[in-house]
C-alpha cells in the first residue's frame, strides 16, 4: 500500500488487514528497521529521511478526519470583511471549503486547490499569486509568487506545512515551497498554522516559521499513547503558542452544532513571548513549577494537564 500511494495511515492498514491499530503500529516498526519504509505519526511513508515530499495524493489519504475538524476550528477564527492569506496544502483546501461561506472575504493564496473551493463562493474575491506551477502540491512557487506578495498587508495567513517543533516552528522538504510560506508570513500581522497531531515533533529539511512567529496552532487532540506530540504541545505553549484544540465532531443526534465561540478551546498563554516583559495571568504548567516531584512525574502531570485543558 505505501508503494503504491507513497504514505498510508495507521487507520486505513488496520481496516484493510482488519487488526488493531497496535499491531499494524508493531509491524510497521519491523518493516521500517528493514528500511522498507519511514514511520510517521499516525502513518508510514516511502523511504527518504528530510528531503522527500509526499505529493498531494499521498497526503490527502492522512489524517483525513483530523484535518477535517481542524479546518472547522481555524474557520471560526475568520471575520466577515476580513483579508487573510491562505497557503498551499491539503488541510488549508479543507479550510477554503468553508471560508466560501463567509461573507466581504478576500483570499490571497498561491494554492490552485484553495482558489478552486472558493471559484463558485459568490461573496468571496480570490487574488491569486504569480509563479511556476508545482504540480506535486498544486501550488504557485519561485520568485514570481514570492514578488506579487510585495506590499501586501492582510489580517492572518493560515499555513500548514510538513512538520512542527518548538525548536524549529514550521518546516517543510521543499526550498521553493518554503521561500513563498515565508513571504505569505511577511505580508500577515498574524500567523495561523494549521498541523494535525502527526506532525508534531516532526522535523523537516527548511524552515518556514520560526515558532517566536508564530500566534496560533490549531491541531488535533493528540492520541492517549502519543506522549510525543502532547510534550510537543506544552512545549509550543511554554514558547508563547496560543493553542487551539478541535474537539467538537459538528453535530450530532439531533444536538445543535457548536457556535464559534463553543468552538474555541484555547490554551491561555503560559508565559510572555521571547523578548517581551513577563506578565502574570494562569496557563499550562511548565517544567519546574510542581516543586519537590520527580522529572517523571512532573512530566506526566503537564501532559494530564494540557489533555484536560
Known sequence: MVRA?????????????????VTVRRDVRALEAEGLLDRRHGGAVLPGGFTRE???????HLAT????AIADLAASFVEEGEAIVVGAGTTTQELARRLARVPGLTVVTNSLLVAQALAHANRVEVVMTGGTLRGSNYALVGSGAEQSLQGLRVSRAFLSGSGLTAERGLST?????ASVDRALVQAAAEVVVLADHTKLGTDTMFQTVPTDVITRLVTDEPPGHDDRAATELQALADQGVQIAVAGGSG???GE????REQRRRDVPLP?????QVPGGGPGLRAAGVLGGESPERERA??????RRR
Open 251 to 253: 453535530t450530532q443526534g
Open 173 to 177: 522538504s521543499n526550498m521553493l515551497s
Open 256 to 259: 445543535q452544532a457548536p457556535t
Open 54 to 60: 509526499s505529493g498531494f495524493p499521498q497526503k490527502s
Open 65 to 68: 478526519a483530523e484535518k477535517t
Open 271 to 275: 508565559a510572555p513571548r521571547r523578548g
Open 301 to 306: 502531570a503537564r501532559v494530564a494537564d494540557l
Open 5 to 21: 500511494n507513497g504514505a498510508v495511515s495507521l487507520r486505513e492498514l488496520a481496516r484493510v488487514v482488519q487488526t488493531s491499530e
